[in-house]
């Protein structure tokens, strides 16, 4: 007897039978830093370090990371969205805290990405068999990349790693100069004689000197001096209305922001129209910068980066308006100004626009004999001791205070004049001959300088740091003489300001 059941049921599982298709998945997985969708992780991670600059390994490696400081790093950036230059420097304290390690998003392939054997896929070619929870031994599939399409990407990684490794080395040289101090140094010479029948005084006021101009920047970071700054209303308001009154020079514009600090002028910037602004700035503040930004919204404007503006590249060739607070004390006690003019000269474009774009330096004689004796003649008598060495020291460091306008005894002289468009660094190394014409009998005790700052445009804004004018936060810069001196209204004092 023929069992034609078990035939027929044997013809169908021979014929009928077959093996189910599976289709390719569809991109799914985001990038930590853009809104491109990979296949998997290991396409993302590539896409990462060649577009982005972030080596996933290099980065969990330098660190030292655990599995679970690694799970904490991609949460942080899954719901922050830091930018990838943060990782150039961070020390990973950001993402410390425990709730990062809850998902951002459910079953993230990137907390499951075995970046041990990651070298080895690479080498072999496996993008497309590498398992993302490191078990390989269901592998179904393979993908073979033309040897040219190969080493192509090699060549991506090898620049991006090349490109980091710069970039480490420059953060560690600006570290080392990080700490030291700025001081004030110059030497301050009076000297008398008869010039005419008038008895006209003839001083000298002598080796004014600024400081290194990379040894500042830690002084930047600590919160206290962004407070004085952001309170300081003349200045900020100046900028915000120079800012904000001339906005047809910002709409649709690429805008550099050259110490950026909290990033107040960039938010300006920006809301006076910018398509762009890039923010620069050394310090640590950066961080802060970075918070300030995406807390108003602004990140899809405004990005900022740390670093010197000597040294880091910018994600445009040129730009069309530069903005800087960089004024120091006695205008030029801080340096930033080289900055600021390197970053000039290297990408600003023709007819680009300097905010602010002049400035200039006044002194003023004036006559304080309290003053005088609280910072020089104390050092006569000191509990019952001679220290008149000390004087001889302190008589050379400038004093930043706030001065009387009653104090003033002479007429006002201009000792420079920048045009920000046009000047060079070499013309902050100057030496000015300039009189004071004295305006009443009594002790002259010390000379104060100040500084104007223009936006000269269409619709202008200034303000001034002068003794007569509002006060600011950089006061005044006084310059006491040694011994005080005898000056009759009407004369005339000839200086030297030199070696600057």
Request: charged share 25%.
């Amino acid at each position: 007897m023929q069992n034609d059941t078990d035939d027929s049921g044997s013809d169908f599982c021979e014929e009928e039978w077959e093996e189910p298709v599976t289709d390719a998945p569809a991109p799914s997985l985001i990038c930590l830093f853009c809104d491109v969708l990979h296949t998997d992780a290991l396409t993302m991670y590539l896409h990462c370090k060649q577009e982005h600059g972030f080596c996933l390994k290099e980065i969990a490696q330098r660190l030292r990371l655990d599995d679970f400081e690694y799970i904490k790093m991609i949460n942080y950036i899954r719901s922050q969205r830091p930018p990838s230059q943060l990782f150039v420097s961070t020390d990973g304290a950001v993402w410390k805290d425990d709730t990062y390690l809850k998902p951002v998003i459910p079953d993230d392939a990137l907390l499951q990405f075995d970046i041990e054997g990651l070298e080895d896929d690479l080498s072999e070619g496996n993008h497309g068999n590498c398992d993302l929870t490191g078990d390989k031994s269901h592998v179904q599939e393979s993908v073979t990349l033309p040897r040219c399409e190969y080493e192509g990407i090699l060549s991506c990684l090898r620049t991006a790693e090349e490109k980091v490794a710069l970039l480490q080395h420059q953060l560690t040289h600006a570290q080392q100069t990080m700490d030291k101090m700025r001081t004030f140094v110059q030497d301050l010479v009076m000297t008398t004689g008869q010039t005419d029948a008038s008895s006209a005084t003839t001083s000298a006021l002598q080796s004014l000197s600024c400081g290194d101009d990379s040894s500042y920047f830690m002084s930047y970071a600590h919160h206290a001096i962004h407070d004085e700054m952001l309170k300081d209303r003349v200045r900020t308001e100046s900028y915000r209305d120079a800012i904000l009154q001339n906005s047809a020079l910002f709409r649709d514009k690429v805008v550099l922001d050259v110490g950026c600090g909290t990033g107040i002028l960039s938010m300006f910037a920006a809301k006076a129209g910018a398509r762009s602004v890039i923010a620069v700035d050394m310090s640590d503040v950066v961080y802060q910068a970075m918070d300030i930004v995406r807390e108003n919204k602004l990140e899809t404007v405004v990005s900022v980066i740390r670093g010197k503006v000597e040294e880091v590249s910018l994600p445009v060739d040129k730009v069309d308006v530069i903005i800087s607070e960089w004024m120091g004390y006695f205008l030029l006690f801080e340096s930033m100004l080289d900055s600021v003019l390197y970053a000039r000269d290297t990408w600003l474009v023709e007819g680009g626009h300097m905010f602010p774009n002049y400035c200039s330096l006044s002194l003023v004689a004036v006559s304080n004999s309290r003053k005088h004796r609280e910072r020089i003649g104390f050092w006569q008598d000191v509990y019952g001791f001679q220290m008149s060495c000390m004087a001889s020291v302190v008589v050379k460091e400038a004093v930043v205070e706030t001065v009387d306008p009653e104090d003033i005894i002479s007429t006002e002289a201009t000792v420079k004049e920048l045009d920000l468009n046009i000047c060079s660094s070499a013309e902050l190394d100057f030496t000015s001959d300039f009189s004071l014409k004295v305006t009443k009998n009594c002790l002259l005790t010390a000379v104060v300088g100040s500084f104007d700052i223009r936006f000269d445009l269409q619709h202008p804004v200034s303000f001034s740091t002068s003794a007569s004018q509002r006060s600011t936060h950089w006061k005044q810069t006084s310059f006491y003489l040694r011994e005080p001196l005898a000056v009759c209204q009407g004369e005339s004092l000839a200086l030297l300001l030199c070696e600057f």
